[in-house]
C-alpha cells in the first residue's frame, strides 16, 4: 500500500513543513548530573499507528513482503537518516522538534529506499555500497552530502569518543555489525541500526560498563548498548559505522 495525498493534503503538510527548523539550526539533548552526561539527537522521527507511537525509527518487521521483512535493515537505517535530514520526504505532523510520520507513510519511505539498498543473498553487509546508494538518493533530492565511513579502532574508548563528538553535533549515524563475540549482541549480527545517543559512565560504571553505553533504533524501538563490549577491539568483532553531513548553507542577511 503506497501512500498518496489530495492537493489540499499536500497544502498542508507544506505548511506544516515550515515548523521544521534547517538542520543547522538543531541542537542536541544533553543533560548532565553528577558527571554523567545523556545525550541524544534532537529530530530523529517517531511514528504513528492509529493516533498512536509505535516507532522510534522504522522496523524491517513493518514490510508487508517477506524477504524485506528478513533483508531489509539496510533500507530501515537509510529511511531513518533521510527522515532526520529532512530531504526527499515531510513529516505528518511535528512534535515539539520531533518529526512524527503515519505509519504507512514510513512503510512507503521504507520501500523506497529498499529499492536503492536492495539486498543480495547474503543480505546488504557493504558499508561502501550503503554510503554509494545513499549519497545518490541524496543527490536526486537535491541535497550535497559529506559522508565519512569509520572502522578499525584500536580500542573501544575510540569509537564511543566518536560516537559522541557525532551526537554533539546532532548526527545520528549508520552502524552494521557483521560479527561479534558478545553474547548479548549475538542476534543483532549482519545487521544495520542507527544510532542517536549515547550515555557516559562517570566514576562509576554505568549498566555495568566503565564507559557508558549507546542508545540505537532498532526495529524501531530504543535500546541500549553498552560501549565496552558493543566496541571492543578484538578479532572477530566486525563493526563499521557511517556518518552523513549535511554541507552547511551560507545565509546572507537581507
Request: net charge negative.
Amino acid at each position: 500500500m503506497l501512500f498518496y495525498r489530495s492537493k489540499h493534503e499536500e497544502t498542508e503538510y507544506a505548511r506544516r513543513s515550515l515548523q521544521v527548523k534547517p538542520y543547522e539550526d538543531r541542537k542536541p539533548l544533553i543533560e548532565e548530573e553528577d558527571g554523567k552526561i545523556h545525550a541524544e539527537v534532537r529530530g530523529f522521527p517517531e511514528i504513528e499507528r492509529e493516533a498512536s507511537r509505535c516507532g522510534y525509527g522504522g522496523s524491517q518487521y513493518w514490510f508487508r513482503n517477506k524477504w524485506s521483512r528478513l533483508a531489509g535493515c539496510a533500507s530501515v537505517s537509510a529511511t531513518n537518516l533521510i527522515a532526520f535530514h529532512g530531504f526527499g520526504t515531510q513529516p505528518d505532523s511535528m512534535d515539539g522538534d520531533i518529526p512524527v510520520y503515519e505509519e504507512e507513510h514510513y512503510i512507503e519511505l521504507q520501500n523506497r529506499m529498499f529499492g536503492y539498498m536492495r539486498p543480495g543473498m547474503r543480505g546488504f553487509p557493504y558499508i561502501e555500497v550503503y554510503e554509494q546508494k545513499f549519497l545518490e538518493y541524496a543527490s536526486t533530492c537535491g541535497l550535497q552530502l559529506n559522508s565519512e565511513i569509520y572502522r578499525g579502532w584500536k580500542q573501544a574508548e575510540d569509537a564511543f569518543r566518536y560516537v559522541q563528538t557525532a551526537i554533539n553535533e546532532n548526527n545520528p549515524m549508520a552502524m552494521l555489525i557483521l560479527t561479534h563475540r558478545a553474547a548479548e549482541i549475538e542476534e543483532d549480527t549482519w545487521h544495520w541500526m542507527t544510532i542517536t545517543g549515547y550515555e557516559t559512565a562517570g566514576e562509576e560504571a554505568l549498566d555495568g560498563d566503565r564507559l557508558g553505553r549507546v542508545l540505537i533504533s532498532n526495529y524501531g524501538k530504543r535500546q541500549w548498548m553498552r560501549a565496552s563490549v558493543l566496541f571492543e577491539a578484538v578479532p572477530g568483532n566486525d563493526v563499521k559505522l557511517i556518518l552523513f553531513r549535511q554541507k552547511k548553507t551560507v545565509r546572507k542577511e537581507p
